[in-house]
């Protein structure tokens, strides 16, 4: 395969890929906490309401 020629705008393209990067990683670990707290929430409600059918 030739060598492109059009180099131009390379470090351009890294630096995007990087901020991409970090952005998604930024949103998983939003939605993870965001999960990890209605995980919480979820087994406090339980805790509170009694629970029917019991289990044995």
């Not at 630096?15 to 949103?27: H, Q, V």
């Amino acid at each position: 395969m030739p060598k492109s020629k059009n180099r131009k705008g390379h470090k351009e393209k890294s630096a995007d890929r990087k901020k991409n990067i970090l952005r998604i990683k930024a949103e998983r670990k939003a939605q993870f906490t965001k999960w990890v707290k209605a995980q919480q929430e979820a087994q406090e409600n339980v805790s509170q309401t009694p629970i029917w059918p019991p289990r044995i």
